[in-house]
């Protein structure tokens, strides 16, 4: 049977897909962003029908057998990772997997076992080197970094403490203290 691609107008055999009705090939070649986009439709109605969540609860309980869905595994590797790789501190890792969606104890436990024995203080002075951050020249720079440090995951008490080691003017950094703890 002769059918005409719908996006190019040429006129191709066309192909049997399921038995029930003539597929149109193109003879510029397959479209799989449509068949992808086709088959991500019909799982999502699949999964909405009784056997279709009935079917996607088997699967995750096999592969949570088998050890591919771990959520205690995931957690310590994410944790390692970000403190290990991108020098983030403990408050960043605790936000970005509640994020994920994993319970609060697997995340304490991981979050615990990964930073114990850690020194927050080199961690966060490691951080700044990575990213290439200095002295602060004048309290517009020392507030940026404060945020920085604090959005990295750094208690309060560790980021000033830094901070105080650079000799920066004490009212000021009174005055930000204040406005960090209020935020808290």
Same mark, same amino acid.
């Given at each position: ?21 003539? @597929? ?11 068949? !992808?986009? /086709? ?19 088997? @699967?995750?309980?096999? !592969? %949570? ?14 944790? $390692?990772?970000?403190?290990?790789? $991108? ?6 890792? *605790?936000?970005?997997? %509640? ?12 979050? &615990?076992?990964?930073?114990?024995? @850690? ?13 290439? *951050? ?10 940026? *970094?404060? /945020? $920085? !440090? *604090? ?32 935020? &808290?």
């Amino acid at each position: 049977m002769l059918v005409r691609c719908s996006k190019h107008g040429s006129w191709t055999q066309g192909a049997a897909g399921d038995g029930k009705r003539t @597929v149109p090939v193109c003879d510029r070649g397959p479209r799989p962003a449509d068949a !992808l986009s /086709r088959r991500v439709e019909t799982v999502a109605v699949e999964s909405e029908t009784e056997i279709g969540q009935t079917l996607v609860e088997l @699967v995750i309980r096999r !592969l %949570k057998d088998q050890g591919y869905l771990n959520d205690a595994s995931y957690a310590a590797a994410y944790s $390692q990772f970000r403190r290990e790789n $991108q020098k983030f501190g403990p408050r960043r890792v *605790i936000t970005d997997l %509640k994020a994920k969606g994993l319970h609060g104890e697997v995340i304490q436990a991981a979050v &615990d076992s990964t930073f114990a024995g @850690v020194n927050e203080e080199r961690l966060a002075r490691e951080y700044l080197r990575r990213k290439r *951050i200095g002295k602060p020249e004048n309290n517009k720079d020392a507030s940026r *970094i404060v /945020r $920085q !440090l *604090i959005r990295a995951g750094f208690s309060s008490a560790t980021t000033f403490k830094i901070i105080r080691n650079w000799k920066m003017q004490e009212e000021f950094l009174e005055e930000l203290e204040n406005e960090v703890e209020s935020r &808290d």
